[in-house]
């Protein structure tokens, strides 16, 4: 008897946010372990180079559909192509899109602000995994990544509508987790740290806090490349939790076994922060390549 390929292995996939970063770095990856994959986004030119990038590569195939992840049209309209395109029901969704929003409390947000944001990394991982399930059901065996964030379960000050996003997209994957239980199907979420991506370019972020946000990316930031082969290989283990960087496992023991201390600490580098930032400790920097990262 053949032994049964890994989920990540020749998948019919359809890869959101994949014009560049995390969501490229999983097409390139799936399209080297032989997949189909169907790459999204809402820039036409960006994932028209990542296709170009895995027909030069000549492994795998790829397809261009545009797709803005807070429609639900626009979802409807990629989960039918799709299916089209792979000629059949997608065995592997990368729900990945999503953008960069901070440094500003709450109640100085603004809802219009609340409302792009979560309409993207909260609704765009709904209406994806809504409309997408049931073609992984259909297709027997394989499975959803959802890209979440450490963000999920930080809490930083200063990112409360990135965090809400963040945190609604790690319960969504828990609760696809259990609903799946007991079929051929798994359920992972990302939730790193720094990522080198677009985030802070393409996000609405602060002077202050992209400054720092640039800074850290390239003093600790993982590359995309990494963190996509890692996850995509954590999923064919059938692992849900991805966390890939130390300083991530560290946030995330902290805020379980010292909940009080850790909101103390976070509060107090909120403070200090600023102060740092504004004497020149951390210096301009221009942050490289979308959406994901803290």
């Known amino acids: 008897m053949g032994r049964t390929l890994p989920r990540t292995r020749q998948a019919r996939a359809v890869v959101t946010g994949a014009g560049s970063g995390i969501g490229r770095a999983f097409a390139l990856e799936l399209a080297r372990r032989g997949g189909q994959v169907v790459c999204s986004d809402i820039d036409r030119d960006r994932i028209a180079e990542t296709v170009e990038m895995i027909e030069r590569a000549g492994s795998g195939t790829a397809h261009a559909v545009f797709c803005d992840v807070s429609r639900t049209d626009d979802i409807d309209a990629l989960a039918e192509r799709a299916e089209e395109l792979l000629g059949g029901p997608t065995s592997l969704m990368i729900n990945n899109a999503g953008v960069g929003i901070g440094g500003k409390p709450v109640g100085e947000i603004g809802l219009e602000d609340w409302q792009w944001a979560l309409g993207i990394n909260l609704w765009g991982m709904v209406y994806g995994s809504e409309k997408f399930v049931p073609q992984l059901r259909r297709a027997g065996r394989g499975g959803l990544i959802n890209v979440a964030s450490t963000a999920a379960f930080s809490a930083a000050p200063g990112m409360a509508a990135y965090n809400v996003g963040k945190a609604g997209v790690l319960a969504l ?37 992209g400054r720092l946000a640039g800074t850290l990316m390239r003093w600790t930031g993982l590359s995309p490349e990494r963190v996509a082969r890692g996850t995509l290989d954590a999923h064919d283990r059938g692992q849900l939790y991805v966390v890939p960087q130390l300083d991530a496992k560290a946030i995330w023991a902290a805020k379980r076994h010292l909940p009080r201390t850790y909101t103390a600490g976070a509060g107090l580098l909120n403070r200090l922060l600023p102060a740092a930032t504004s004497s020149g400790a951390a210096a301009p920097t221009t942050p490289t390549t979308t959406a994901t990262g803290v």
């Open 173 to 209: 994957s828990e609760t696809i987790a259990a609903e799946l239980g007991g079929t051929g199907l798994a359920v992972t979420v990302l939730c790193p740290t720094f990522v080198k991506t677009n985030v802070a370019v393409d996000g609405r972020i602060t002077a202050e806090a």
